[in-house]
């Protein structure tokens, strides 16, 4: 397709999905809010249409739509089939070792049903919960949508998870099926995956099968009666399975991610007002026609980014998307241009981490390959910094094409604040202003709203369609993390800071709590600790997120280890600590540094403080320390470090 000339500053209209999707004019209230999501849960089809929109009545837990029936994966495929579309293409997928599968939405409503009908033969009914660990591989869309069209909650974990990470998410679901691969290709080799899960579903007695993808042709522990082949159940099921309509708010899926202490919390998403949310803001964000785009999101589908915008959101709007298996530097690190090329992709969507990645490579690396299709660039997981923003639309974007810097979290489900493409003239660096229909503030400890040019905690004080409805089994923590820090006025705390520039518009600042950001994931300083104690050697462990011009932050861990665990090499402890932690967490959790030191800082109430860690981690001299216990701790830890790489 001919990439489309960037509209801003708004000289022409806006394009037309985003003129059509835009507020109308006075539309600010909660009413006119209710309105617009009203108009846009009616791009989906319901069997029964619902009676009110939002009922806030048991707040902080919402109902959208009540009443209202649909079935999330006719939505996402049947729809687009029955309306003469099934020739059209739903996934380019491309694997790590060059293997590729072009798959039809006929194609997929196939698999589709395949795999629901193999559900239903193992006994699974509306409600029981399916976790998923698989590399991203067209099963994985397939096992997602079979459970959607089921009402079978999924919980997918990362495919790059420990054995104990998965566990605990299944014990924590009490799921009753795993859907796993024999291996996985990593940067080239083929790694086993379901010797890992065996580990995992070894203590987990909920799990009664494990469903297993011939990915890797890789030796597999089998066992008799628990463990069935895709390739034996699935592909022998019949063609045909007629999806059943569920309520609105029936759960979709279960995602867990990284709060400030160390158990993760399964984030529960819900059916009508997640779809309708994550359809609307993939088509008015990415000002995407169905008709002519490819659209490329390179996101994991073991994250929410990939939940959401490249199954969800993308399908429901009856999109061609690429689906790519590896890592971006195998074979080589020019492979996601390539990809690009290769397919025509017009809309590209990945993370500040990897284009500050592909700066390090070089431009002369893009300028190799043919992006002339590029129309539009996103970006998700972070803040980019407006070095990357430049660089990625001159590099990628030839200098002609919107960037979408888009904020959201797993907790919201789908975009929230964005600039919309047409809408105003962009701003390298800020994701600018809520979207159409959400309603974020930017505030000070009190929680009052404050001036342009303040910042302050960003908070979002309206209920949205793709909100969280809870964390799994724990009612009182969903309250506590998100609600009890401006509970006097109902506001949902994000954990982000951010600030409002001289125009009102939106900049995010980062973390304000416990929680890093490494490449867009994000990882509890609590949970790292916690992995680290958990080792015979460490006596005491703090973990703090450290600004690194690639990855965003990079843990570095400071530990006190026990008597007598120094008595060997410090280099061989540090790295056994390392892979120690990539075993209990996975190998993204894994410290870039560990120091050794002989003392932590802590407050007179035992609380470590991070802020200065932060400041020996990043080179500075130690910021206040009159809060400290001791105050010379610094001084002996700075001491021990000195002459250390
Ligand atoms: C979608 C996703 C959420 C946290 C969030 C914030 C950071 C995400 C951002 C951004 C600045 C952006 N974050 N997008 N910060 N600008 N465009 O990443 O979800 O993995 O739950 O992370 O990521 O700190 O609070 P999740």
């Known amino acids: 397709m001919s990439p489309r000339p960037d509209p801003r500053p708004a000289a022409g209209g806006p394009p037309a999905e985003a003129a059509k999707a835009a507020p109308r004019p006075g539309e600010r209230t909660a009413a006119d809010r209710l309105a617009f999501w009203s108009r846009q849960a009616e791009e989906l089809h319901w069997e029964t249409r619902w009676s009110e929109v939002l009922d806030w009545s048991a707040a902080p837990f919402a109902r959208w739509f009540t009443g209202g029936r649909l079935n999330v994966a ?25 293997d590729t599968r072009t798959i039809t939405y006929a194609d997929l409503r196939r698999e589709v049903c395949r795999t629901a009908n193999a559900l239903l033969s193992l006994g699974l009914r509306a409600g029981d919960r399916v976790a998923i ?15 959607a069209r089921l009402g079978l909650p999924h919980s997918v974990v990362f495919g790059g998870f420990s054995p104990a990470a998965l566990q605990s998410r299944i014990e924590d679901a009490g799921a009753r099926l795993l859907i796993t691969s024999d291996g996985q290709y990593r940067r080239g080799r083929a790694e086993p995956m379901k010797a890992n899960t065996d580990e995992a579903t070894r203590h987990a007695p909920s799990i009664e099968h494990v469903l297993v993808v011939r990915r890797t042709a890789t030796e597999v522990p089998w066992t008799e009666g628990r463990d069935l082949w895709w390739h034996d159940l699935v592909d022998t099921q019949p063609d045909e399975h007629r999806p059943e309509a569920f309520d609105a708010e029936h759960p979709l899926f279960i995602l867990y991610t990284s709060g400030t202490t160390g158990r993760p919390k399964g984030i529960l998403h819900t059916s009508g007002g997640y779809l309708t949310q994550t359809a609307y803001t993939h088509r008015a964000v990415f000002d995407l026609d169905p008709d002519t785009d490819v ?42 241009f390539e990809v690009i090329e290769k397919y025509g992709v017009s809309v590209y969507y990945t993370a500040p981490t990897l284009i500050r990645t592909f700066m390090k490579w070089g431009e002369q690396l893009p300028a190799r390959y043919d992006l002339s299709s590029i129309g539009m660039l996103g970006s998700v997981g972070e803040p980019i910094n ?29 975009v929230m604040i964005a600039p919309l493409p047409g809408a105003a003239p962009a701003k390298p660096g800020s994701a600018q202003a809520p979207l159409p229909g959400v309603s974020a503030k930017v505030v000070d400890d009190q929680g009052r709203e404050v001036g342009r040019g303040e910042s302050g905690y960003l908070v979002l004080d309206q209920p949205w369609p793709a909100m969280l409805r809870g964390i799994w089994g724990d009612e009182d923590r969903y309250r506590e993390t998100y609600w ?60 703090v997120g450290a600004s690194d011009p690639t990855t965003g932050q990079a843990i570095v861990a400071f530990v006190i280890l026990r008597a007598g665990a120094t008595d060997g090499d410090a280099a061989e402890v540090t790295a056994a600590l390392r892979e120690h932690v990539a075993r209990e967490i996975g190998p993204i959790a894994k410290p870039g540094r560990i120091l050794v030191v002989p003392e932590l800082p802590k407050t007179r109430s035992g609380k470590i403080m991070r802020r200065l860690l932060r400041d020996v981690a990043e080179n500075r001299e130690a910021g206040d320390v009159t809060t400290l216990a001791d105050a010379s701790v610094m001084d002996l830890i700075t001491a021990g470090l000195t002459g250390r790489p």
């Open 133 to 147: 660990q698989l590399p991203m591989i067209p099963e994985a869309v397939f096992a997602m949508l079979a459970c």
């Open 74 to 98: 006719y939505n996402c495929v049947d729809r687009h089939v029955e309306a003469g579309h099934g020739d059209q293409v739903a996934f380019h997928w491309e694997g790590e070792p060059g």
């Open 386 to 414: 407006p070095e990357a923003w430049r660089w990625y639309r001159k590099h990628i974007g030839g200098d002609r094409v919107p960037i979408v810097d888009t904020w959201w979290q797993t907790e919201t489900g789908a």
């Open 295 to 336: 659209y490329w999101c390179t996101a994991d589908i073991g994250w929410i980014t990939g939940h959401s915008y490249i199954v969800y959101g993308p399908l429901a709007n009856r999109t061609t998307s690429v689906l790519y298996e590896g890592t971006p530097t195998t074979p080589h690190e020019g492979r996601h």
């Open 484 to 543: 009890a820090r401006f509970a006097h006025r109902g506001h949902y705390f994000a954990g982000d800071g951010a600030r409002y520039d001289e125009d009102g518009d939106i900049w995010l600042l980062g973390r304000v709590d416990d929680v890093m950001n490494v490449s867009g994931h994000r990882i509890s300083t609590a949970e790292v600790e916690s992995a680290l104690v958990s080792h015979p050697s460490v006596a005491e462990a703090a973990v």
